[in-house]
């Protein structure tokens, strides 16, 4: 079988050529199935290292030549002073070289070779600079150098990450006409757009076609003010982004046109799938991407991802902790927690980690903190670079933290780590994938003081460590900038980890036995073997699977999609995720005539929030006490200049409340006294619903559409 890779990045061969953790999954993914006797063969660019990639790895010219004009078609509200359409001409030329049997193509031209020491545009480009096209230039020169130099040859392409090669399955259906496998390597906003005459000069040029119709969200209805405070919201924290109308949704438009999707992880796989219990799950089922996943489940699997075997092949023990510490400025007596991630404030949660970390050692907590935060650069980081705040904190507490920005090689990084007692990883949004770090530490004992996230869930971190395969500690999911609740859950599990390394050391042994035992299981021999029987049934039958097993179905709650034969096969298994998920239309149906089993799931409808699940289930019930319950959770109290709304719900840990607008929508985070939460909004009361977004335990979050059940003076 010869698989062809198509990847923006594909250097961890070389610290020089590397920029982010995509690198490594592609080499080593390459690598594995090149060692089980495939022809893997790894098309990307070269990044303007021509000359490192000859003196270095004594790569050859390739008697490629291409003469090309890239099609621009740019949006004038975002590309002001640029003509609408416009071209680049371009020539683009290959080097080649092979290392550990895998053929590897460097592509340049004028728009590959630019950035290169980020290689990536970064988003200020846009609007700005025509360099911020060089992905889009990748897709084409991607295309056109599979079609000329391969041809029919190519059984398999996988392109790693959509949003670097949504035109490229349409393009290659239309020729060669090989299968395409789309792997998604890490958590872009499920919802990102291109400007749709974008879309179409590039497939013109690539001579595709493709449904952009079914890629196009419709617009909200004017009355949908949910909808409108849900999408302004995302918009504001990350979870979501705007477009402008009829813009492409380029991740629905690469699933659409895919023969499979490949995932890191399970959890990556469902959440990207369902969104479940975050901010984004209800506003994600108005999205066209959300109909074209449903419509395409089929295609998905999990091809996993792994440490490499270098990492695992050295010794924690063989590392001399004392001396390593000792050498960083800190005290080898007191325990270690170590943080190694790009520089990514919001979505490594690095803001809430600092403030929780100057907040624990200036209460005189005993402890080092090795915190690596990479700029993206092996060399050193020009004078004054780096975060400014967390430079201050670090200068606080001398001998406490040591505080690095740059990119080090892997000998560095396992010293760090297998120094280590515990491994910090707070990531945020939902937008981490496998986090090779995080394993990379666990795999030298860390325990790990993790996000609960989905996409991260195979590390093993709990909520409660207690859990005989717990492998460290759980903070709550987050989907806020500078989130008080996650900086605050950091606080209390430093303080438990410092408390459990002095005073209970066979415990600590347990976790930090469990986190290197869990690590370990996810090697590239396990993920080869995944991903190449997927490739192998691919060529073989043309695809994965005909239909989403009835089972997947009923986990996700896609009632709708079951037929008579599938309700009545699995009905148990139907009535059993129902109860626990409070879904009242399904046990309405199903269950009708046992109260015993709607009360349960009335309970489980209020653990998560499902008001209106509740209110169907009181009222099947005929229970006007559990009716009320839910009818009377929000109160306002109208005064002369303002107004309070309070809104009731013990379980919630945070309550924002959004009065909508024609203008905008006014946000209060609310105050929370007892079991109730107060915002005060100015001007006269409004009778309009409010919408509430809601923080529950464990990080979950759910919306709340609700009108004052009473309204009386202040």
Request: net charge negative; with cysteine.
């Amino acid at each position: 079988m010869h698989v062809v890779n198509l990847a923006f990045e594909a250097g961890a061969f070389d610290a020089a050529l590397m920029r982010s953790g995509t690198s490594s999954l592609v080499w080593h993914s390459a690598r594995e199935l090149a060692a089980r006797g495939h022809r893997v063969s790894v098309v990307t660019p070269a990044h303007g290292r021509a000359d490192h990639l000859r003196s270095v790895h004594g790569a050859t010219d390739v008697e490629y030549h291409d003469s090309y004009v890239l099609p621009l078609s740019l949006d004038p509200a975002v590309w002001p002073g640029f003509p609408a359409e416009t071209g680049v001409p371009l020539r683009t030329t290959a080097l080649r070289m092979e290392r550990n049997g895998v053929e590897l193509y460097f592509l340049s031209n004028d728009l590959l070779d630019r950035l290169p020491d980020t290689f990536y545009p970064d988003e200020s480009a846009e609007g700005a600079d025509l360099s911020y096209f060089k992905t889009l230039a990748f897709q084409a020169d991607g295309v056109r150098f599979i079609r000329a130099f391969f041809g029919a040859g190519a059984d398999v392409v996988q392109a790693y990450e959509p949003v670097h090669h949504y035109a490229v399955p349409a393009a290659l259906r239309a020729e060669p006409g090989c299968p395409v496998v789309s792997t998604v390597a890490t958590n872009m906003p499920v919802n990102l757009k291109v400007y749709r005459p974008q879309v179409e000069a590039v497939l013109k040029l690539l001579g595709a076609e493709a449904d952009l119709d079914r890629c196009t969200d419709v617009p909200l209805a004017e009355d949908d003010l949910p909808g409108r405070v849900m999408r302004d919201h995302l918009a504001s924290v990350r979870a979501s982004r705007r477009a402008g109308p009829g813009d492409v949704c380029v991740y629905a438009l690469t699933v659409d046109q895919a023969d499979a999707v490949d995932f890191m992880v399970e959890g990556q796989a469902e959440t990207y799938t369902t969104f479940g219990d975050t901010p984004f799950e209800e506003y994600f089922r108005r999205l066209a991407v959300s109909r074209v996943i449903r419509e395409n489940a089929h295609k998905f699997f999990v091809g996993g991802c792994a440490m490499s075997e270098s990492w695992f092949a050295r010794d924690p023990a063989a590392v001399d902790r004392r001396a390593v510490l000792t050498s960083l400025g800190l005290d080898p007596d007191l325990p270690t927690f170590y943080h190694a991630a790009r520089y990514s404030v919001e979505h490594k949660g690095q803001l809430e980690l600092m403030r929780a970390v100057d907040e624990v050692l200036t209460a005189g907590g005993a402890a080092n903190f090795l915190l690596r935060f990479s700029l993206g650069t092996a060399a050193r980081p020009p004078e004054g670079s780096g975060d400014a705040f967390f430079s201050e904190i670090a200068a606080r507490h001398p001998g406490r933290i040591h505080l690095d920005w740059r990119m080090v090689d892997e000998d560095t990084l396992f010293q760090h780590a297998a120094a280590s007692d515990f491994c910090v990883f707070p990531g945020k949004y939902e937008q981490d994938t496998f986090l090779i770090a995080q394993g990379e530490a666990m795999a030298c004992g860390a325990v790990p003081i993790a996000t609960g996230q989905e996409v991260t869930r195979h590390f093993g971190q709990s909520f409660d460590p207690r859990e005989p395969e717990a492998t460290g500690f759980a903070v709550p999911r987050s989907f806020r900038t500078d989130d008080e609740l996650l900086r605050a859950a950091l606080v209390r599990r430093f303080e438990e980890a410092i408390s459990l390394f002095h005073g209970d050391r066979s415990e600590y042994r347990r976790l930090s036995g469990n986190a290197r035992a869990r690590a370990r299981r996810f090697t590239w021999a396990r993920s080869g073997a995944l991903r190449e029987a997927a490739f192998l049934r691919l060529v073989e039958h043309g695809e994965l699977a005909r239909s989403v097993p009835v089972p997947l179905l009923i986990a996700r709650g896609w009632y709708d999609l079951l037929d008579d034969a599938a309700r009545a096969a699995d009905r148990d298994l139907l009535v059993r995720t129902a109860v626990a998920t409070g879904a009242a239309d399904v046990l309405v149906r199903e269950a009708p005539d046992d109260p015993a089993l709607l009360r349960e799931a009335f309970r489980h409808a209020y653990d998560r929030a499902r008001f209106a699940d509740c209110a169907t289930l009181a009222h099947h019930l005929g229970d006007e006490d559990l009716a009320a319950t839910v009818r009377e959770r929000l109160a306002a109290r109208r005064g002369a200049d303002s107004w309070t709304a309070e809104y009731r719900f013990p379980l919630a840990e945070r309550v924002e409340m959004f009065l909508p607008g024609a203008d905008g929508h006014l946000a209060v985070v609310a105050e929370r006294a007892d079991h109730v939460f107060r915002a005060t909004f100015p001007g006269p009361y409004q009778d309009t619903p409010l919408v509430v977004l809601l923080t529950l335990p464990y990080g979950r979050s759910a919306w709340d559409t609700v009108s004052p059940a009473r309204v009386t003076p202040l």
